[in-house]
């Protein structure tokens, strides 16, 4: 079952459409117009990153990054793996699982009083 798409000669608008089967006949309709007038146009495509890639494209945080940075879940732990691997050293396991557990939404036990704490605020 494809989904062709189409752009409307009378508004301009592009609308999708899923087909049932390639050999029925289709004669599509404007959902925004309901002009006839429609030609086929190329579609796009879906293109997925590894969490690696979306890693290395967001960057290290800057000295003050926002507190958004640290509601990621992905970023928990990030500083601590790359020093283990700037060292060439094997993160202990042990170390491993409380990150992923973190990233999962698990806090260890010494953070749960802090979970909605903001990293800029003043501790006391």
Known sequence: MP???FMCQ???RKSSFLIRSSSASFSPECPFCGGTNLSRTISSFAYHKSL???WEESGEPTLHPSDD???DPRNI???AEKKFQEMG???PSQLQEK???ARDGELPEPLKDL???SPTAAYS
């Open 3 to 5: 989904i062709y798409e």
């Open 10 to 12: 009378n508004c301009c």
């Open 52 to 54: 690696k890639t979306v």
């Open 69 to 71: 940075y640290y509601k």
């Open 77 to 79: 732990g990030r500083w």
């Open 89 to 91: 050293e094997e993160m």
């Open 99 to 101: 990150i992923q557990a």
């Open 115 to 117: 979970k909605g704490a």
